[in-house]
């Protein structure tokens, strides 16, 4: 019996990975993901996490000591980079796109009735444009009532606590586990497709001629996709931490629980094989059930913050998500790599995951036909 | 004792209002050949998947050297080729014979021993590292008929073997065949091509819709394609 189920397992595992299409499908795309758009999103995290330097030209038309002091704390702050003015008028400077923001010193500003004025290029970025009001406003008001520093003043008033990227993942974070996840649920694609082809040809059929037990025809085709589930998890780990590192500025950090790793990616193994082996059991034809794996599989995606990182969803499609096991097979590496999460934390999205898992095993089993 | 004894079998698709196999009964004795003939929808592939134990919600009986279906044991006396080519495609062909020697609970060096004697017998030997999805439609054929020789059947289900396949390898299956049946097997032939049964079998079952309408002895039978015509009408079965 063990025997035989070594064999059904070697036997399957053979087909899949000399399949080109599928190695594509479940190994090359992920990686393909995770680098394109890891690079891709790195600019949009840039801004949000590290805060990239508010760029702007400034005008001064006031040759008062104050407006002199204002124009050099604007240029020597560390958040600002500011840019040499070109000999046009404002809406010109705006309108090439050398800058979003034009700040006017103008004459008469030490008086306190000619106030600084800034020029924001119309389509700017709203929480730029707020970071860079409050910026200017707050050297604005040193430089006005003759404080040194306003940002030391400001700490004994407001201490900040957040921990660091606790709800945003970096690029790194976002995507290794969510394009993983994406690749592992689209194993239902060639299990499916595998399943009925073996029902078509009559290899299938062909194996109940033998004394071999449905149980262990059903492992020997559960077993070998359950292992390439890990395996593509594992490689897409790899990429992460080892490759990808060379090409983007926030390496990969896999958190202080990393072991945490090994119990997640069963469960959404499991997840995913059982969605498969459903897709399997409920696809007629080789055609139906590819395209409803792999309609399924994007949708699952674009709910459960895999496409988007769930953190910045509209709240409608954030309380939509928990539909989705992605997302919680997401939220669940999540905890992992990014909030430290211990496994108390960790183990309900587990638990949402086996319970997916329990109920698509028993939809299959339901709906299967073998002959 | 026969080789194969089937008794008042009845078998019904669900779906479906009429039987598929309608209180079907013949035997077929040890050594024997044995044609099984009918037009499309006689019956000739549900009985082949009875015997085989793939379809048990059936009625009446079915025995196998004396014992009765469905068994798993008595499965490993039964050497079945079904009528489509059901070999893994992804597999070589030397692949494919550890499988199924695998599957019969054959253990390795047998299997393989095996594995290397049936492929010479179905000239195949030189293609063994192949994979099977590069072979022409006769290798696989004649590989589909390695995999039911594998295990050494004493009973031999062949359904349709030569369907589709060029002259050349139908003639190495008849030859293959015939040197079988020579020494000692059974075989049980589920073929639509007249020559081809009346050539290579002492016996033959003639079935239509899913009952026997002769079951006798080939030399009573002077031309069978004319006979099967004379039991089965001439109007064309596409359903």
Redesign the interface.
């Known amino acids: 019996m063990t025997g035989q189920l070594k064999e059904l397992i070697r036997k399957e595992m053979l087909i899949v990975l000399r399949d080109r299409q599928t190695i594509m499908l479940l190994f090359l795309m992920p990686v393909a993901l995770i680098f394109f758009l890891s690079l891709a999103m790195e600019g949009v995290w840039t801004d949000k996490l590290t805060g990239r330097k508010i760029q702007l030209v400034v005008k001064n038309e006031s040759a008062s000591f104050k407006a002199k002091l204002l124009e050099q704390k604007i240029k020597a702050d560390p958040a600002i980079q500011a840019l040499d003015r070109p000999d046009q008028d404002n809406d010109l400077i705006l309108a090439d796109g050398k800058t979003q923001l034009v700040v006017t010193i103008p004459e008469g500003f030490e008086t306190g009735n000619h106030p600084v004025e800034l020029y924001f290029e119309p389509a700017i970025d709203a929480g730029y444009k707020i970071a860079a009001r409050s910026l200017i406003t707050s050297l604005a008001v040193e430089v006005v009532m003759d404080i040194d520093n306003l940002e030391a003043v400001m700490q004994a008033l407001i201490v900040e606590k957040t921990k660091p990227n606790r709800e945003l993942p970096t690029p790194l974070q976002q995507t290794v586990p969510a394009y993983a996840i994406f690749a592992m649920f689209f194993i239902s694609i060639p299990l499916s497709i595998g399943f009925l082809k073996e029902k078509n040809d009559g290899t299938l059929q062909r194996l109940f001629t033998y004394p071999v037990s449905t149980h262990l025809i059903t492992l020997g085709k559960i077993i070998p996709y359950y292992i390439i589930n890990i395996l593509q998890f594992i490689l897409m780990l790899l990429v992460g931490v080892f490759i990808m590192q060379h090409f983007i500025s926030h390496a990969f950090y896999l958190g202080e629980h990393p072991w945490q790793m090994i119990p997640v990616t069963l469960a959404v193994a499991a997840a995913t094989t059982g969605f498969g082996v459903m897709i399997a059991a409920v696809g007629r034809t080789q055609e139906q059930a590819s395209t409803l794996a792999a309609v399924s599989a994007v949708l699952m995606a674009v709910f459960g913050g895999i496409m988007v990182p769930h953190a910045v969803l509209p709240a409608v499609l954030k309380k939509a998500a928990v539909i989705s096991p992605m997302y919680w097979a997401h939220q669940a590496y999540l905890d992992i790599f990014l909030r430290a999460a211990p496994f108390s934390g960790v183990a309900p999205k587990l638990i949402v995951l086996t319970i997916f898992a329990v109920i698509c095993f028993y939809i299959a089993g339901r709906r299967v036909k073998w002959i | 004792m026969n080789a194969l004894d089937i008794s008042a079998v009845t078998y019904s698709y669900g779906n479906k209002a009429a039987n598929a196999l309608n209180n079907f009964s013949m035997s077929v004795a040890p050594g024997s050949m044995h044609a099984l003939v009918g037009p499309n929808g006689a019956g000739k592939s549900t009985l082949m998947?009875v015997i085989?134990?793939?379809?048990r919600s059936y009625a009446g009986r079915v025995t196998i050297y004396g014992r009765t279906m469905p068994d798993?044991?008595t499965?490993?006396s039964?050497g079945?080729a079904?009528?489509?080519?059901?070999?893994?495609?992804?597999?070589t062909a030397m692949?494919n014979l550890?499988?199924?020697g695998?599957?019969?609970?054959m253990p390795k060096t047998r299997a393989a021993s095996r594995a290397q004697e049936v492929l010479e017998q179905t000239g195949l030997a030189d293609h063994a590292r192949q994979?099977v999805s590069t072979y022409s439609g006769g290798m696989q054929r004649r590989l589909n008929l390695a995999?039911a020789l594998l295990h050494s059947p004493l009973l031999l289900l062949l359904d349709e073997p030569t369907v589709g396949i060029d002259p050349q390898s139908r003639y190495h299956i008849y030859e293959t065949l015939t040197a079988l049946n020579a020494a000692g097997m059974t075989v049980l032939l589920s073929t639509h091509i007249m020559e081809e049964a009346q050539r290579l079998c002492r016996a033959v079952t003639l079935a239509d819709k899913g009952t026997v309408i002769y079951d006798g002895p080939m030399s009573e039978i002077d031309n069978l394609e004319r006979f099967f015509l004379e039991k089965t009408g001439r109007g064309l079965r596409d359903d």
């Not at chain 2, 079904?82 to 070999?87: A, L, T």
């Not at chain 2, 695998?102 to 609970?105: D, E, N, T």
């Open positions: 998947r085989t134990g793939q379809f798993r044991d499965l490993l039964i079945y079904p009528q489509p080519i059901s070999v893994y495609t992804g597999l692949e550890l499988f199924f695998a599957m019969a609970g994979l995999v």
